[in-house]
C-alpha cells in the first residue's frame, strides 16, 4: 500500500541555521510530490512539487527539495531558517495507478525556532 | 489570490446535534475535499467530490455526509454529533484533473468542538 512518512515529529533549529525535513514515501512508481506548510491557526499552503524533470524544485519562501528516485525520498531543505518558519510542514504524495487518484499527506513535522 | 473560506473559525456544538459545516471557493475548482486534522494523525479525508452533487467516500466517511449544490460550495454534516468527531476540519478546492497531480487549496479551518 502507498505510505508517506515523515520521521521527525518534532524538529527544533536555531534561527539562521539550515533545516532539512524529511520525507519518504512507499509506492511502485514515480509519484507526484507536494510540501505544504501550516502556519498556526491556519490551513495548509503549498510551498513546492515535483512531477517531473530536474529533481531540485523551488518553491516559495526561500525552500527547496530534492526528489531521490533511490532513496524514495523528497526532503525540504531551506539555508537558513526565519522565526517565521516555525510551522508544521507536511509532505504529500499523489498516487495515479489501477483506478487509485488520490493525495496521501503525511503526519507531519512541527518545526521550533530558536531565537 | 486564489480562496477557500470555511464559515466558521470556532463552533461549540452539543452530543447529538446535527452540526453543518459549510465551505466556499472562489476559484472555480470541480474538485472539493473536507479532512479532519487530529494531532499525531495527520490529515484524513472524509469526502470529496468532483463535480456538483457528485460525491465519494474518503479514508474516514462515518458519522458525516456532505453536499454539494452549487460548485463553489461544499458542505460538511455531523448528522448526529458525537464527542469523537471533536477536531480541526480543513476544506480544500483543487482544479479539473486527477486529484493525485493537483496542487490543493485550503481554507482556515473550522475547530469544531463537541460537549
Known amino acids: 500500500a502507498q505510505s508517506v512518512t515523515q520521521p521527525d515529529i518534532h524538529i527544533t533549529v536555531s534561527e539562521g541555521a539550515s533545516l532539512e525535513l524529511r520525507c519518504n514515501y512507499s509506492?511502485?512508481?514515480?509519484?507526484?510530490l507536494f510540501w505544504y506548510v501550516q502556519s498556526p491557526g491556519q490551513g495548509l499552503q503549498l510551498l513546492l512539487k515535483?512531477?517531473?524533470?530536474?529533481?531540485l524544485v523551488q518553491g516559495i519562501k526561500g525552500f527547496e527539495a530534492e526528489f531521490k528516485r533511490s532513496q524514495s525520498s523528497f526532503n525540504l531543505r531551506k539555508p537558513s531558517v526565519h522565526w517565521s518558519d516555525a510551522a508544521e510542514y507536511f509532505c504529500?504524495?499523489?498516487?495515479?495507478?489501477?483506478?487509485?487518484?488520490?493525495?496521501?499527506f503525511g503526519k507531519g513535522t512541527r518545526l521550533h525556532i530558536l531565537p | 489570490d486564489v480562496k477557500v473560506t470555511q464559515s466558521s473559525r470556532y463552533l461549540v456544538k452539543r452530543t447529538g446535534e446535527k452540526v453543518f459545516l459549510e465551505c466556499v471557493q472562489d476559484?472555480?475548482?470541480?474538485?472539493m475535499f473536507w479532512y479532519r486534522q487530529d494531532p499525531g494523525l495527520g490529515l484524513r479525508l472524509i469526502y470529496f467530490?468532483?463535480?456538483?452533487?457528485?460525491?465519494e467516500k474518503g479514508d474516514i466517511p462515518e458519522g458525516y455526509s456532505v453536499s454539494r449544490e452549487k460548485k463553489e460550495r461544499f458542505s460538511l454534516i455531523l448528522e448526529s454529533a458525537s464527542t469523537n468527531q471533536t477536531s480541526m476540519y480543513l476544506c480544500?478546492?483543487?482544479?479539473?484533473?486527477?486529484?493525485?497531480?493537483?496542487?490543493?487549496?485550503f481554507g482556515d479551518g473550522t475547530r469544531l468542538s463537541i460537549l
Open positions: 480544500a478546492s483543487s482544479s479539473v484533473g486527477p486529484y493525485s497531480n493537483q496542487p490543493q487549496h
Open positions: 509506492y511502485g512508481a514515480t509519484p507526484y
Open positions: 515535483y512531477f517531473s524533470g530536474d529533481t
Open positions: 504529500a504524495v499523489g498516487v495515479f495507478a489501477n483506478r487509485d487518484d488520490k493525495i496521501i
Open positions: 476559484m472555480d475548482h470541480e474538485n
Open positions: 467530490s468532483y463535480d456538483v452533487k457528485m460525491k
